[in-house]
């Protein structure tokens, strides 16, 4: 079965959507398989995979409505070696049309458990934001990984961020738990960082993950290829950080 996480931060770009991609390439690297979702009406992730956001016959967003399955919508990053469950646009309606469905936070949920046995990640690039998408990433996930920039605001929007994975825990899905804060576009001289760095392993202990991302330019270059950092760049700083990264997420789900 299939373990899922919702990268998440309702923050905007904070590196989730980087994170997504370059996990996802990671972990195909290390031999596992792996589906991307995109939830975020951007379709950044879909784009960074190298899949096209305009020319995919379904998204997410059939999906999510009951139109269409995970199994006939799912694409491949073939430069990536993962499926890719593209998102665009269109998904921008779906806070809308769910208003009408039953069960509504747990539209992805259950398209998902029909795919679970494929693969070994399921990995949700959600949208910044804690809307009804995100909400339904939540409920699918096992857990939640949130990607951080050390400054001295992200402190300030994380306690809303796990005040709301509290609430998902207790009234939607028991499973919910903070994997981890990974730390990302990290800058070692920076003075600042470090502190804040330090403070979040002061109060989070080991839900920091060990591998930092640094602020790598190679990753930021990548998607205009459309091509995951590890894929684009697999020497490059960020790239390793990320294949140490996945290395770290393989350990750390064999404990959870
Ligand atoms: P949004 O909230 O809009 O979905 P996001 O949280 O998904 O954003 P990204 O799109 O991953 O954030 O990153 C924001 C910007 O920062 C992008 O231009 C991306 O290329 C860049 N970026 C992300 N991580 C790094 C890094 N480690 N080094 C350099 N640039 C980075
Ligand atoms: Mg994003």
Redesign the pocket.
């Known amino acids: 079965m299939a373990r899922i996480f919702a990268v998440a931060?309702q923050?905007?770009?904070?590196?989730?959507?980087?994170?997504t991609v370059n996990l996802a390439a990671a972990l195909a690297a290390h031999e596992q398989r792996v589906l991307l979702v995109d939830l975020?009406p951007?379709g950044?992730a879909t784009m960074g995979s190298g899949v096209d956001k305009r020319a995919v016959p379904a998204t997410v967003y059939q999906v999510l409505i009951g139109q269409t399955s995970v199994a006939e919508a799912r694409a491949r990053s073939e430069a990536g070696g993962y499926d890719v469950l593209a998102a665009n646009r269109e998904l921008a309606g779906a806070e809308i049309d769910l208003v009408q469905i039953d069960n509504r936070e747990k539209r992805l949920k259950d398209a998902l458990a029909l795919v679970d046995a494929e693969y070994d990640f399921i990995l949700i690039?959600c949208?910044?934001s804690l809307s009804m998408l995100t909400l339904n990433g939540l409920c699918g996930a096992h857990g939640v990984i949130i990607?951080m920039q050390c400054e001295y605001y992200a402190l300030e929007g994380l306690s809303d961020l796990v005040n709301t994975i509290k609430q998902v825990h207790a009234k939607l899905n028991r499973d919910l738990k903070i994997i981890g804060l990974l730390r990302?576009?990290f800058d070692p001289r920076s003075t600042l960082s470090q502190q804040v760095s330090a403070q979040l392993e002061a109060h989070f202990g080991d839900k920091v993950f060990k591998a930092i991302?640094?602020?790598?330019?190679r990753?930021?270059e990548a998607?205009s290829h459309g091509l995951p950092g590890v894929v684009f760049d697999k020497q490059a700083k960020?790239s390793q950080a990320y294949l140490s990264f996945a290395a770290e997420m393989i350990e750390r789900i064999k404990s959870i």
């Open positions: 931060n923050k905007g770009g904070v590196g989730k959507t980087t994170t975020d951007q950044n690039d949208p910044p990607p990302v576009m991302i640094p602020r790598n330019v990753l930021a998607p960020g």
